[in-house]
């Protein structure tokens, strides 16, 4: 006795129409849109000079996860002067972040004009890209920027003569 097996009915489209929405997720790489650029400038210990020059944006996420992001301020020559970096947990949206640089590197590159801000976008621990000239501050000179402070050493350092010898433990002509 043979067994009667029901027909089901194929709907070629919807499979079709299913299968490119899960391959446009999986296959989909992670992006970030820049938007809503603004910066500030601060002077944590009061002396006029400023310590941060912080740079705070809109990214609009097309994946949600762990993303990496590295902000390169860069002089008129693209030269990077100035770098920072935070990690964030985004959902597919829009969410505000922060890129906060140090005053002590950018006065250290000694370069007085405008900053332009690039950022590299890292998902998953894999570079996706670097979007380039996003956003322009004011000039400054690098001097309205905190300096590293100087270092010095206030013992002297004594040479001492040392020599060396070696002894052939096991006579075979080796040290």
Request: glycine letters at 6%; hydrophobic letters at 30%.
């Given at each position: ?6 027909k ?6 919807a499979?079709?129409?299913?299968w ?23 002077d944590?210990?009061n ?33 990077v002067?100035g770098?920072?970096?935070s990690n964030?947990?985004l959902?597919?949206g829009?969410?505000p972040l ?11 590159y000694?370069?007085?004009g405008t900053?332009?801000?690039?950022i590299?976008t890292?998902?998953?621990g ?19 920027f ?7 050493l ?22």
């Open positions: 006795m043979e067994a009667e097996h029901a089901i009915p194929y709907n070629k489209e499979i079709d129409y299913t490119e929405k899960y391959t446009d997720q999986v296959t989909r790489d992670p992006q970030l849109i820049f938007s809503n650029y603004s910066y500030q400038k601060l944590t210990n002396n006029s000079i400023y310590d941060t020059l912080n740079i705070e944006l809109d990214a609009a996420a097309n994946l949600t996860g762990n993303y990496t992001i590295l902000g390169l301020l860069k002089n008129n020559a693209s030269a002067v770098t920072a970096r964030y947990t959902g597919v829009t969410a922060s890129l906060n640089f140090s005053g002590y590197e950018i006065n250290s000694g370069y007085n900053f332009s801000l690039s590299v890292i998902f998953g894999i570079t996706q890209g670097e979007q380039n000239n996003l956003y322009n501050t004011s000039y400054y000179y690098h001097t309205e905190e300096e590293y402070p100087n270092i010095t206030e013992k002297e350092i004594e040479i001492i003569n040392l020599s060396d010898s070696g002894m052939d433990l096991n006579s075979d002509g080796l040290f």
